[in-house]
Nanobody, 125 residues
Framework: QVQVVESGGGFVQAGASLRLSCAAS????????MAWFRQAPGKEREFVTS???????YYRDSVKGRFTISRTSAKNTVYLQMNSLKPEDTAVYYC???????????????????WGQGTQVTVSS
């Protein structure tokens, strides 16, 4: 049974940093893309960043230079280092994994097979 579990959310002031973690279990994920999405109150869920099994990354423009995605050598854990946080980064952050072969720049939610429950990030001004 595949499980995806996020952790590391919290409440911070603008300009602060947070690191989110995502642990996937139940099968081998070393060759699969993993991603972070987020959903702000009253808005649709949106793509944040993704990383391939080989370490290729892709980011939405608004987080480039502030957020960094990485994964462990075992490749079943992904991190999201978030620096210079802004109030507009406030959202529930979800981790996702996909089994199929896609371009890393294909950020469609529908391509992701497994999802975590989400972790809340709140950034105050």
């Amino acid at each position: 049974q595949v499980q995806v579990v996020e952790s590391g959310g919290g409440f911070v002031q603008a300009g602060a940093s947070l690191r989110l973690s995502c642990a996937a279990s139940g099968r081998t994920f070393s060759n699969y893309d993993m991603a972070w999405f987020r959903q702000a109150p009253g808005k649709e869920r949106e793509f944040v960043t993704s990383i391939s099994g080989s370490g290729v990354t892709y980011y939405r423009d608004s987080v480039k230079g502030r957020f960094t995605i990485s994964r462990t050598s075992a490749k079943n854990t992904v991190y999201l280092q978030m620096n210079s946080l802004k109030p507009e980064d406030t959202a529930v952050y979800y981790c996702a994994v996909r089994i199929g072969v896609y371009s890393i720049s294909d950020y469609r939610e529908s391509t992701y097979d497994y999802w975590g429950q989400g972790t809340q990030v709140t950034v105050s001004s």
